[in-house]
């Protein structure tokens, strides 16, 4: 079974500046994907940054990137120019590549509050 | 395009009842998964279908069923309601099968209180 750990409850930044997220995950699978999904009040889970095991190179998008260490079980979130938007509750997520089927295991999550 | 629809966004019901939750997905997407999401156990994964068919499913009692109809919209049911199955009910659809079909996406969920 894998497990994904996020060791931050919490966490805060000032606005403008970067934070990173950690999160560890422990599996036997070669071939899977990661994710981070952030959860704002309204609860809305929203796809951040995907991230195919197979692929060294790390993700990025816009603001967001990710320190991917597959040897390490490593998958850390990166946020730029943090903004009063990225207020949320953050989820790093695993999902084995087996076919079609989709199941995702979250991590317990980390509260990042944003502030002025 | 629509986003994925859950109905209805909240709920109370008294122990011992039942609770029929539904999901409309993305138009196209064939793939519907449903979690659990509490304070004291987190994001939980119930089950998943595709084409009608479960074809993956978590840890749960068998009080926790669902299925999809031909169109892929998802219901869920829950037997016998106890008070820690007070939570939120999440819905994600996903074009699973097809090239770069691994992202969910997540409706905003069905709030259910138990008392």
């Known amino acids: 079974a894998q497990t994904v750990t996020q060791s931050q409850p919490e966490m805060s930044v000032q606005e403008a500046e970067t934070v990173t997220l950690s999160c560890t995950y422990d599996?036997?699978?070669?071939?899977?994907?990661l994710f981070w999904y952030k959860q704002p009040p309204s609860r809305q889970m929203i796809l951040v940054i995907r991230q195919e095991a197979y692929k060294q190179q790390n993700a990025t998008e816009n603001r967001f990137s990710v320190n991917f260490q597959k040897a390490a079980k490593s998958f850390s979130l990166k946020i730029s120019d943090s903004q009063l938007g990225d207020t949320a509750m953050y989820f790093c997520a695993f999902m084995k590549h087996i076919g079609s089927a989709r199941q995702l295991t979250f991590g317990s999550g980390t509260q990042l509050t944003v502030l002025p | 395009k629509a986003g994925v629809t859950q109905t209805p966004r909240y709920l109370i019901k008294t122990r011992g009842q039942q609770v029929t939750l539904s999901c409309s997905p993305i138009?196209?997407?064939?793939?519907v998964s449903w979690y659990q999401q509490t304070p004291g156990q987190g994001l939980q994964f119930l089950f998943e279908?595709?084409?009608?068919?479960?074809?993956n499913k978590g840890n749960f009692p068998g009080r926790f069923s669902g299925r999809q109809f031909s169109n892929s919209r998802s219901e869920m049911n829950v037997s016998t309601l106890e008070l820690g199955d007070s939570a939120l009910y999440l819905c994600a659809s996903s074009l699973a099968g097809a090239p770069g079909g691994t992202e969910a996406f997540f409706g905003q969920g069905t709030r259910l209180t138990v008392v």
């Open positions: 279908y595709f084409s009608e068919t479960q074809r």
């Open positions: 138009s196209g997407h064939r793939s």
């Open positions: 599996t036997s699978e070669n071939n899977y994907y």
